[in-house]
């Protein structure tokens, strides 16, 4: 477990302080072979995606993990209502 942790904070850092999203994104990944219930690895993966709906699946990962993650809660929530179709007033 301790190396899927280590893998964990060295996505973090590719991430936040390196900016290299790539390297985060292959880091975060391999923590979760080794790891897959570390909600937060699947929130962080999901910040390094463009597609919307494979970020919401990361998103609803991390509840499904830990369904008390509050930041999962509403990054679902906006992930979700971005999807929605706009009502057109009549």
């Known amino acids: 477990m301790a190396d899927a942790q280590?893998?964990?904070?060295?996505g973090v850092v590719a991430i936040e302080q390196e900016?290299?999203?790539v390297r985060g994104r292959k880091m975060l990944?391999?923590?979760l072979k080794m790891n897959p219930r570390n909600d937060m690895a699947w929130l962080y993966l999901a910040r390094t995606l463009?597609?919307?709906?494979?970020?919401?699946?990361?998103?609803?990962?991390a509840r499904t993990v830990?369904?008390?993650?509050?930041?999962?809660?509403?990054?679902?929530?906006?992930?979700?209502?971005a999807?929605?179709?706009?009502?057109?007033a009549s």
């Open 50 to 61: 463009n597609d919307q709906h494979l970020k919401l699946r990361c998103v609803r990962q």
């Open 83 to 88: 999807s929605q179709p706009m009502a057109v």
């Open 29 to 31: 990944a391999q923590s």
């Open 66 to 81: 830990n369904p008390g993650n509050e930041e999962a809660v509403r990054w679902e929530n906006l992930l979700v209502s």
């Open 19 to 21: 900016k290299d999203v």
């Open 6 to 10: 280590l893998y964990f904070e060295l």
